[in-house]
């Protein structure tokens, strides 16, 4: 059966994951300022009487984009710049693991 994800929903995954590394990152010595991210989805545009302005846009899966006319497959990019809510602050994401520098040898 054929899965559909609206591109709001393709787009609040990418707000949770970012929430989520944000989240494990807190308090780390090494963190990583966001900045622009860029998405690029192949959708379909479907009308939808339940849609305010009547279309829906889905994103679709390679394996389904093929089974799709070409006439009905649109390319969209979308670059979000993430801002801490309430500021014009990048969030900081980071990761729990310090990780190590051993292997790694060093010339002296």
Known sequence: MEQKVELADAIEAIRQELLD????????????????????????????????????????????EAGVAHGRVHKVSVTLNPRQAGTTDNPLVGNPDQGSADGFAVDR
């Open 21 to 64: 590394a944000a989240a494990r990152g807190a308090g780390q010595p090494i963190q990583f300022e966001v900045g622009p991210v860029q998405l690029e989805f192949t959708v379909e545009l479907k009308k939808d009487a339940r849609a305010k302005g009547g279309v829906k846009a889905w994103v679709l899966s390679g394996d389904l």
